[in-house]
């Protein structure tokens, strides 16, 4: 909401000594935060006067365009002749609108106007043209280039003389406040609201512009029919006679471009001014083009409205409408609709002033794409009691401006709702804020926000205003209090942590993973938890994976993402090429989070009232909704891990960087990950490893499918990692104890076994670990050979067994025992031959 400083004051009696900075301290102390402070200055130098032009002759030029070579008076600024008599500018103007007449606004030699354009005395089509005649774009105080300004002959009944200074017509010195508005204060979007309140906060009069009571429903004017109860209020007040060719006033535009609007016509000026003044949006329609009563409804199936925009729009029917006889006129406190728009001809004018349900709003606006400034008021909420009095108040500006003629007969159908009463302890602000608020504080700082207060002893009986519809819960008014006494006046008090409590075993583990992975040298991200269908299927999982059972979201931020996640690779896929579309390329990057899996045959979650807490019965829906939300953690790696340099060659971050990285966080863990090959998507069908404890499957690694790297925009060989680290957690609760070291040496021992080609090697290495016993501390796979000396078909394994005892120190023969009957086990599992 942009606030200027001067249309503040008009309602909020404030001092000379208020200064911009307490009034931008008052807006912030109130929630109110001040985006920006503009300073508005005239966007240029030197003379700038009010000339009227004398005498004006068309010249046409061989280039087909016509310049007007026009004689002005500039007053006492008028040029001295040789003979020292003063002689009147000669000017050359490209406009189509001068004429002879006419009072203009002139630049004069020495000026500069904005974007740095100096005016001087120079010769163009035939002429030394002695100035400037100016359009508003070119003085910068508005858009219009088709025409030169033209000023009216009396400003506030004062002729206009030429020869004086034009800036004080075109511009005042003013101080605009940019404010952001939550949507807990939707009086504050308007100037009406931000008086208010800036008024009590400085102790200052303030006058209420909303100065009307809504009377009883009457239907004398326009008829009006209301059927959808979204509409509980609707007033109608008619003027006719309006002059077509009225202009509006230099100091409505002005404020309406102050404000962020710009001015269009004299009767949807007005409209808009009220809106911005008292926070009631209202709509004009051209009387002679409704057809029949205006009738307020939902849409029904298949009707299409053309907007003011000119687009034609498919209704849905939760859209409330405004209507007549032929159709749709608008979609209600959107957008209005084609057929009934005010032109430069309408004389009879049907202003609209209704009250709207904020949600029923909000949804149109969003379903059609249509943001306004109505909308946007509607949405948070407006004060249904201010309708009459704003209709009435953009009626009389048209009389004033516009020479028309208000009807004595109107309309209004319906009634202001009834604002919600409340009943509290007097000194609940106080122990709620814990700082003591004296009972008189607390009336004095409802009334002063409009609340009618009644004081029962120590009970305070409360009545909101009607622009007040956030006031709601005893709770609402401690937040008021608080607020007005200020947030930097109550003291700030860390509560006591209890006794006893700490982390569980899992938040240990999880941060221990988290550790571990990071001191791997990834980089974590938080990525957003949302997919779409394009996801999985980029991925290539088949129709049955447990990963395509999404779960949507009633209320999506984005239509391009309306699943919550159920796998982390996609958001970190997004994050790599996001990345290497940058030349960003060397990466390794992780993320630990949930998931969320839709329940076979799960029941749709119900939508409960907001006044209570929902029943037992509903909670226990809640919970048989819930998706399953297992805990994963997932790593993607691509380009160098350590980059080529005078030292050697670097390293690729390939597939051992995320193993590495599930085996850090096993190890945190107290477990050991085994390997064996997979075909799982979205991993290369031979280049993909499944990870287990204990046999069980607890995530995948590898290579991706190139497909998969070519559907993301990933580098080629990108590598993957995804772990179920609550599977991981849970894998060996009794984990963590630390076996008794042994003080005895190790032996080691290498075998080399020749095995047929197809053969897993740690299917290989689990028999050498089996054969081998208890004495077994490890054994280890450092080669593999295919050749020749091995034969077709075949390959060959070494491993490196580390044997030790926990009483004694093996004997040669000991160890070679253990090692031959490691080492019969792998014959005899797989026919494996000894290799010399």
Not at 516 to 531: C, D, K, Y
Not at 576 to 602: C, K
Request: glycine letters at 8%; one cysteine or more; charged letters at 25%.
């Amino acid at each position: 909401m942009r606030a200027p400083m001067s249309w503040l004051r008009d309602w909020a009696q404030l001092g000379d000594d208020v200064t911009v900075d307490q009034v931008a301290e008052q807006f912030t102390r109130l929630g109110l935060t001040v985006e920006r402070i503009e300073r508005v200055e005239p966007g240029w130098s030197g003379p700038v006067v009010v000339g009227r032009v004398l005498e004006c002759a068309r010249e046409p030029q061989k280039n087909g365009r016509t310049i007007s070579w026009c004689l002005v008076d500039v007053g006492h600024h008028n040029a001295d002749s040789a003979e020292g008599v003063d002689t009147h500018r000669g000017i050359v103007c490209g406009a189509p609108n001068v004429d002879a007449g006419q009072l203009v606004v002139v630049a004069l030699p020495g000026a500069v106007l904005p974007g740095d354009f100096a005016i001087s005395a120079r010769k163009t089509y035939g002429h030394v043209s002695d100035g400037m005649i100016c359009a508003e774009d070119e003085l910068g105080v508005g858009t219009d280039h088709t025409g030169i300004m033209v000023l009216p002959e009396t400003v506030d009944g004062r002729a206009l003389v030429p020869g004086e200074d034009a800036t004080p017509l075109l511009v005042s010195p003013d101080t605009v406040f940019d404010i952001d508005v939550t949507p807990d204060l939707s009086h504050c979007m308007s100037i009406r609201g931000l008086a208010r309140e800036l008024a009590g906060a400085l102790g200052a009069p303030f006058t209420d512009p909303v100065s009307l009571t809504t009377p009883d429903p009457v239907a004398e004017g326009y008829p009006v029919r209301l059927l959808d109860a979204a509409c509980p209020l609707f007033v109608a007040v008619t003027v006719d006679d309006l002059n077509p060719t009225a202009q509006t006033p230099a100091w409505m535009k002005r404020r309406l471009e102050l404000a962020g609007m710009r001015s269009i016509s004299l009767a949807v000026d007005v409209t808009n001014y009220v809106m911005l003044e008292t926070g009631q949006p209202l709509h004009a329609y051209d009387g002679d083009r409704l057809q029949g009563s205006i009738v307020v409804r939902k849409a029904h199936d298949g009707e299409v409205l053309t907007t003011l925009d000119e687009q034609e729009r498919t209704l849905d029917p939760d859209d409330l409408l405004i209507t007549d006889d032929s159709g749709p006129i608008g979609v209600a406190g959107v957008m209005g609709g084609a057929s009934a728009e005010v032109t430069e001809t309408t004389r009879t004018i049907v202003l609209e002033a209704a009250h709207f349900d904020a949600a029923t709003i909000s949804r149109g606006m969003r379903r059609h794409k249509l943001p306004s400034e109505a909308s946007k008021r509607f949405e948070r909420g407006v004060d249904p009691g201010a309708a009459y009095s704003a209709a009435h108040r953009a009626a009389d500006l048209l009389v004033s401006l516009g020479g028309a003629r208000k009807r004595t007969t109107e309309t209004v159908t319906g009634k202001v709702p009834v604002m919600p009463t409340q009943t509290i302890a007097a000194s609940l602000a106080g122990d709620v804020l814990g700082v003591e608020v004296p009972t008189e504080q607390v009336v004095s700082i409802l009334q002063s926000s409009g609340v009618q207060v009644d004081v029962a002893g120590d009970r305070l009986h409360l009545v909101p205003p009607t622009w007040r519809p956030d006031l709601v819960d005893p709770y609402d008014y401690v937040e008021e209090v608080g607020c007005k006494v200020g947030y930097d006046h109550i003291p700030s008090v860390v509560p006591r942590a209890p006794v006893g409590r700490g982390l569980t075993r899992s938040q240990r583990l999880r941060r221990a993973i988290n550790t571990a992975v990071a001191g791997q040298g990834l980089v974590e991200l938080i990525t957003m938890p949302f997919i779409n269908d394009r996801d999985l299927d980029r991925m290539g999982l088949p129709a049955e994976d447990p990963r395509r059972r999404v779960v949507r979201l009633a209320n999506p931020l984005a239509d391009t993402a309306p699943y919550l996640r159920t796998s982390l690779l996609p958001g970190l896929f997004a994050a790599i090429s996001r990345n290497t579309s940058r030349g960003n390329d060397d990466l390794a990057l992780y993320e630990a989070g949930s998931v969320f899996l839709a329940r076979e045959g799960a029941p749709t979650a119900p939508s409960p009232s907001v006044d209570a807490r929902p029943s037992d019965d509903e909670l226990a829906q809640f919970a048989a909704a819930l998706p399953e939300q297992p805990r994963l953690l997932a790593a993607v790696s691509c380009g160098a891990w350590t980059r080529p340099g005078w030292r050697g060659a670097g390293l690729p971050a390939d597939w051992t960087t995320v193993v590495a990285a599930a085996d850090a966080a096993a190890e945190a863990v107290g477990v050991t990950l085994v390997r064996r090959q997979a075909e799982v998507a979205p991993w290369h069908p031979g280049r993909c490893a499944e990870l287990l404890v204990d046999g069980q499957v607890v995530g995948v690694a590898g290579e991706l499918h190139p497909s998969v790297c070519q559907a993301f925009g990933l580098p080629a060989r990108t590598a993957a990692m995804e772990l179920d680290l609550d599977d991981l957690i849970a894998a060996d609760p009794g984990r963590g104890v630390l076996a008794p070291l042994s003080s005895h040496p190790v032996a080691k021992e290498d075998v080399a076994l020749v095995v047929d080609a197809d053969v897993a090697a740690e299917e290989v290495r689990q028999a050498l670990v089996e054969g081998g016993g208890a004495m077994v501390e490890s054994v280890t796979l450092f080669d593999v050979y295919t050749g020749p000396q091995v034969g077709e078909g075949k390959k060959s394994l070494a491993f490196a067994l580390r044997i030790r005892a926990a009483d004694h120190t093996l004997k040669d023969a000991e160890a070679a025992q253990v090692r031959d009957a490691a080492v019969a086990v792998a014959v005899e599992r797989f026919g494996a031959v000894l290799r010399d």
